[in-house]
Structures are given as structure tokens and as C-alpha cells.
């Protein structure tokens, strides 16, 4: 953890940078201060190498965080912007202002980065007119080949080829642009199917807070049985789920009679299905099931389960394709094998959640935490203790309240080896909130007040609660600079933050819920206890905090091993075999399903991961 991260000097910035000739026009914008012209030979520089070097210079100098920089004039601007991405944290913008040179094509350049930001400096989500999601070119596509066999991007890039040709089109639906792993995998697919070539669309459902109640709090819930004992899916509910549906339907009605495949995200926009069928019997249809559906008791025909079930099952048994996470327990029985992929969940290696950030660039969003902090009435972690952390949205399948107790318990065992508050580890639990999620605000009070209780009130002050805005390098510094991770949900479907917690050499410590046991090699990168264990989630985070030796040997470990199959390549490629099926590469699909099956867990696996 960074002892700097609590220094209020940073302040952040945005520039616009034209070239021409052989001079750079500068206009920036500090918050809270002034707008600037600046010009700049290039000094026997290329003009792309001169910007790098001036921005890099000028930050460190005024201790600056530069958001984002609109780019114009230069003869290779997607390749600086993945530079400025990649090594300075900087969001490029490609913009050509018309009918504009020199200082006015700078002013216009940085007015347009800008704007792209919200007052708080949060990338604002762009959705146009007919609800399709626009996504920010980051980098370019050869960067990506080191996190793919060359066979495995070979035969991307194969697929890819064979959608261009053949002229397909394919669209993605789900409930919301931001909150939650679904748009987060969506941002980055859809970028990364942008360098491929790939006409591939992504459109968010008009929202409705009615809806969002029932397909949370009952269908969501209900499937994932972490409701309470009486809750029903009533009659009300179902005429309010299927007249949203149907104006949706009528809404993207030209989106639908212009695709060839149309991939539905999770129960919410599962009601447009037979809609599709209605508009276009021609284009094939995915459902993507991304919740832990806990399939047994469907299938033993429990009330509540059964009935939500049969609900969706009568519009969902209408597509092409079932894809669930690689496990079988997830699937119930009516889905006909013969139509179910296995896909696991994905993170994007190079997004804001998992690039590599400098300690200059964390110090920047440690400011940001600590200040977000302050305003929930919390004091700043302290910077000369290490601190544990959960990251996952506030919600009853998350096990938040296990992280208190196994907290507690670790405390405990501290302080009766001998150790002072002071030589102990701090909690943090962060999350994002989403539209779709009705939810998080109260679990999160609710959380809140259990740090109240007599239980806990002596950790309240060590124990830091953030209901987060969406910032993805701000998780990403919290997930690097802490110490190790918990996992404790009880329900579960992929839950991606495993290997993204992984993937900066962070040890895991979780529960054996859903796909969480396919990313942890047990004992090697982390620990896998049974659920409601909190006992021995503290004994195994006590170990990992005396014992160095065995720290440094997992944390390697879990920064090297990360499965390339859980990565955004590999996930565009099987989405695209499958908007293929009907083409002479179902060998590639059926190669896809057998290599996920090799992955597949059972519950004979789960009870033996000891």
C-alpha cells in the first residue's frame, strides 16, 4: 500500500494537443484553475514521441493527473492514444476539428475531451438515440496477442475474416451500460470486436424502476434462492415484466429485422425473445445465463424456483443457443444439451480495471478514494498497515456480513498472539452500484449499521464501507495496493473479480460458490473453504499474513497462471463461432464446447477442493 496515496496536490487536467507542421498546439484545462495556450517545437522529435515526452514532463511538474487529451493532426493518433492509455493512465480521444488550425484546433480539441467527463472526472457512458452503447477506442489490436496463443488468435482472427465476409451482423442486450460484471464484459468485447472488423452492437433496454424491482428482487433473487421464504412472483409482476418487454421489442423492432444473431444477457431483456422470432425468423438467438440458477431445485420443482422458471423458460426455450458458465448445477434439466455452451465470464487485460498503473497514477485515485471517503463520514485508511478487501457489489449473495466475522475472528487470533491494533490489517469492502439493482443502497446501510453493533464496534473504526462510482482504475489501484482478497458470496455465478483480483498477485481467499472454484488453484493461488467457514477463512488469512515465504509463493503464482480462457480474446472468438454455427466452422464451436467441458466443474470437484 502507498504511503503517499492521502496527498490532496494532485490536481486532475485535460488538454487538447494539435500538430502542425512542426510545432504542437496545447490547450488544457486545470480544475480549479486556469485554461492555457501553450506551443512547442518538436525538437527532432516525431510529433507523437514530442507530445508523449511533454505531457509525461509537464504532469510530474505541476503535479498534474491528465483525464483525457483530444488528438488531432498527428500522423498515427490510434497508436499514441494507446500509448498515453497504456503507460500514462490518459484517455485519448481522436477528434478533427473542422475548419480549425493551430491554437483554435487545440481549444476545440480539449473542449470535446471535456465533455466526455462528468464534474467528478467519471467517463460518461454515450448512448445514442436508439439505446445503442458507444464505447472509447483504448488500444490497438496486436497488442493483444500476448494474452492468446498464437493458434488461439490465429483462429480469432479466422473468425473474424469469415464475419466480414459473410457480412454478419450481431447484436448484444442487456439491462444496463454500467454496474456489474455484464457491462463491464460488454465495454470490452465490443471495443475489442471494433479492432476485428467486426459489426457487432451493443443496445441497453429502456429502464424502468418497477422492472428493475421484479427482475431483481424476484426473478434474480428467487433463481439464485437468496430471497426470503414468501417471496412470489405475482400476477401484477408478470403483466409488468411482459408489457416492458413488449415495448422494448417495438423499440429495437429495426435493430432486430437488420441482425443475423442477437445474444440476450440474463433474464431482463429474455421477453423480447419471441419478439425477435415475430421480426426476424432468419436471425439466430443466444441466451447468456450469468447467475448461479440453482438448477435442483427447479428441476424438484420447489414452488418459488419452479414458478419463476416455467416464467422465463416459455420465452427463453424459443433461442438457438443456452450458454451458461461451465458448470452443470447452473442448468436446469428442460435446457436441451445439444443446445448448451459452456462459456466462462471474461475481464479485459488492458481496460482500466487491469492495466499496470504507476505509483504516480495510484496516488492520484488514493486522493480520490480518501476524499470519497471522507464524505461517508469515514477517515482514510491508514497507509502504514496493510489492509484485506472484498470487492463486489452490495448484495445478499455477496456474504458481506462473512467478511465482518471472518474479520473479526482474524482480529481476535491477533491479538492473542500478541499483537497491538496497530500491527494489524484494516477491511475495506467496495462495490459499484447499478440501475438494475435496487438493492445495493439498503444492504449497504444495513452493513453500516452492523458495524454498530457490540459485535463490531471495536473494528468500525479499521473497517472502511464504499458504495463506489464507477471508476475502473480506482478498483484496480485498491484491488494492487491491498494485501490479499476475499471472495465470500454465497451465491455465485462467475464472479470475474477472482481472476482480476489474480492477476495483480493477489491471493484469494473464498468460498466454493458457483465459478469461483474453476479460478483459484487451492493452496497454490489462494484458499477455497465451505461456505459460512468464517473460522477458517481467518485461520487461512492469519497464515498468509505471518507466513512471507508462503505469500510471496502464492502471490507469483497468481500473477503468472492466470487461465487466458477467463481474457477478452478468447471470449470474442467463442461469441463468434457461435454467430457462425450455421457456417463450415461448427468444428471450431464444437472444439470450444469440448475445451470448456475440460474445464467444467462438478460438485464432486467442489466438495474435494480441500
Known amino acids: 500500500m502507498q504511503k503517499t496515496h492521502d496527498n490532496f496536490g494532485i490536481k486532475p487536467a485535460y488538454a487538447g494537443l494539435w500538430a502542425e507542421k512542426n510545432k504542437i498546439f496545447i490547450n488544457l484545462e486545470i480544475v480549479g484553475g486556469k485554461k492555457i495556450d501553450i506551443v512547442i517545437n518538436l525538437e527532432n522529435d516525431k510529433p507523437e514521441t514530442r507530445a508523449e515526452k511533454w505531457l509525461r514532463a509537464?504532469?510530474?511538474?505541476?503535479?498534474?493527473?491528465?483525464?483525457?487529451?483530444?488528438?488531432?493532426?498527428?500522423?498515427?493518433?490510434?497508436?499514441?492514444?494507446?500509448?498515453?492509455?497504456?503507460?500514462?493512465?490518459?484517455?485519448?480521444?481522436?477528434?478533427?476539428?473542422?475548419?480549425?488550425l493551430g491554437a483554435s484546433a487545440a481549444r476545440s480539441l480539449c473542449q470535446n475531451a471535456r465533455r466526455q467527463f462528468s464534474p467528478e472526472h467519471r467517463a460518461k457512458i454515450t448512448i445514442t438515440a436508439d439505446r445503442k452503447v458507444k464505447t472509447i477506442p483504448l488500444t490497438g489490436l496486436a497488442v493483444y496477442k500476448k494474452f492468446s496463443s498464437k493458434k488461439d488468435f490465429d483462429i480469432l482472427l479466422d473468425l473474424a475474416d469469415r464475419c466480414r465476409k459473410q457480412k454478419l451482423r450481431i447484436i448484444f442486450v442487456n439491462a444496463t451500460a454500467a454496474g456489474g460484471g455484464v457491462a463491464i464484459m460488454r465495454h470490452a468485447l465490443i471495443r475489442f470486436y471494433r479492432l476485428l472488423g467486426v459489426d457487432a452492437h451493443w443496445l441497453v433496454l429502456k429502464p424502468d424502476a418497477d422492472v428493475f424491482n421484479v427482475t431483481k428482487k424476484k426473478i434474480h433473487n428467487i433463481l439464485q434462492a437468496v430471497c426470503p421464504a414468501d417471496t412470489r412472483l405475482t400476477a401484477a409482476d408478470r403483466h409488468l415484466y411482459n408489457e416492458w418487454s413488449r415495448l422494448n421489442a417495438v423499440f429495437f423492432k429495426d435493430n432486430f429485422k437488420k441482425t443475423d444473431a442477437v445474444i440476450i444477457d440474463d433474464p431482463q431483456?429474455?421477453?423480447?425473445?419471441?419478439?425477435?422470432?415475430?421480426?426476424?425468423?432468419?436471425s439466430g438467438i443466444i441466451y447468456r445465463s450469468?447467475?448461479?440458477?440453482?438448477?435442483?431445485?427447479?428441476?424438484?420443482?420447489?414452488?418459488?424456483?419452479?414458478?419463476?422458471?416455467?416464467?422465463?423458460?416459455?420465452?427463453?426455450?424459443?433461442?438457438?443457443?443456452?450458454?451458461?458458465?461451465?458448470?452443470?448445477?447452473?442448468?436446469?434439466?428442460?435446457?436441451?444439451?445439444?443446445?448448451?455452451?459452456?462459456?466462462?465470464?471474461?475481464?479485459?487485460?488492458?481496460?482500466?480495471?487491469?492495466?499496470?498503473?504507476?505509483?504516480?497514477?495510484?496516488?492520484?485515485?488514493?486522493?480520490?478514494?480518501?476524499?470519497?471517503?471522507?464524505?461517508?463520514?469515514q477517515a482514510p485508511l491508514d497507509p502504514?498497515?496493510?489492509?484485506?478487501?472484498?470487492?463486489?457489489?452490495?448484495?445478499p449473495s455477496k456474504g458481506i456480513p462473512d467478511v465482518l466475522e471472518a474479520f473479526r475472528i482474524l482480529r481476535k487470533k491477533m491479538a492473542a498472539l500478541g499483537f497491538t491494533d496497530r500491527r494489524t490489517p484494516q477491511l475495506l469492502i467496495v462495490g459499484n452500484g447499478s440501475i438494475d439493482d435496487p438493492e445495493g443502497a439498503p444492504i449497504y446501510e444495513e452493513t453500516r449499521r452492523m458495524l454498530s453493533l457490540n459485535t463490531y464496534?471495536?473494528?468500525?473504526?479499521?473497517?472502511?464501507?464504499?458504495?463506489?462510482?464507477?471508476?475502473?482504475?480506482?478498483?484496480?489501484?485498491l484491488l494492487a495496493d491491498s494485501y490479499l482478497a476475499f471472495q465470500l458470496s454465497h451465491k455465485e455465478g462467475f464472479e470475474i473479480k477472482v481472476t482480476e483480483c489474480l492477476m495483480k498477485g493477489k491471493p484469494v481467499i473464498a468460498y466454493r460458490a458457483g465459478g469461483i472454484p474453476l479460478q483459484i488453484k487451492h493452496g497454490k493461488t489462494g484458499f477455497l473453504t465451505a461456505i459460512n467457514?468464517?473460522?477458517?477463512?481467518?485461520?487461512?488469512?492469519?497464515?498468509?499474513?505471518?507466513?512471507?515465504?508462503?505469500?510471496?509463493?502464492?502471490?507469483?503464482?497468481?500473477?503468472?497462471t492466470i487461465d487466458t480462457r477467463y481474457l477478452t480474446p478468447a471470449n470474442a472468438a467463442q461469441w463468434l463461432s457461435l454467430?457462425?454455427?450455421?457456417?463450415?466452422?461448427?468444428?471450431i464451436l464444437k472444439y470450444n464446447i469440448r475445451e470448456m467441458k475440460s474445464r467444467i466443474i462438478s460438485e464432486k470437484v467442489l466438495n474435494n477442493s480441500q
Not at 471474461?346 to 478514494?369: C, I, M
Not at 454467430?579 to 468444428?587: E, G, K, N, V, Y
Request: proline fraction near 6%; charge should be positive.
Open 58 to 100: 509537464f504532469s510530474a511538474e505541476k503535479r498534474l493527473k491528465f483525464i483525457a487529451v483530444g488528438l488531432g493532426g498527428f500522423g498515427d493518433v490510434p497508436k499514441i492514444g494507446e500509448r498515453l492509455w497504456l503507460n500514462q493512465d490518459i484517455v485519448p480521444f481522436a477528434h478533427k476539428p473542422v475548419g480549425r
Open 269 to 282: 431483456p429474455a421477453g423480447l425473445i419471441p419478439y425477435i422470432k415475430e421480426y426476424n425468423r432468419f
Open 290 to 377: 450469468h447467475i448461479q440458477i440453482v438448477a435442483d431445485l427447479i428441476d424438484r420443482c420447489r414452488v418459488q424456483q419452479h414458478a419463476v422458471w416455467k416464467f422465463l423458460w416459455k420465452r427463453i426455450r424459443q433461442a438457438d443457443f443456452f450458454v451458461a458458465h461451465p458448470i452443470p448445477g447452473f442448468v436446469p434439466g428442460e435446457v436441451d444439451r445439444r443446445r448448451l455452451v459452456y462459456v466462462p465470464a471474461n475481464t479485459d487485460p488492458l481496460d482500466g480495471l487491469n492495466k499496470k498503473l504507476t505509483r504516480e497514477q495510484k496516488a492520484y485515485y488514493w486522493q480520490v478514494f480518501s476524499e470519497h471517503l471522507r464524505q461517508e463520514g
Open 384 to 395: 502504514d498497515r496493510p489492509y484485506l478487501i472484498q470487492v463486489a457489489r452490495f448484495d
Open 457 to 477: 464496534i471495536h473494528l468500525a473504526e479499521d473497517v472502511k464501507l464504499a458504495r463506489l462510482p464507477h471508476n475502473d482504475q480506482l478498483l484496480n489501484t
Open 533 to 560: 467457514n468464517t473460522d477458517e477463512v481467518a485461520d487461512k488469512a492469519l497464515k498468509l499474513l505471518l507466513d512471507k515465504k508462503l505469500y510471496r509463493k502464492m502471490s507469483y503464482l497468481a500473477r503468472t
Open 579 to 587: 454467430a457462425l454455427r450455421q457456417t463450415s466452422h461448427d468444428q
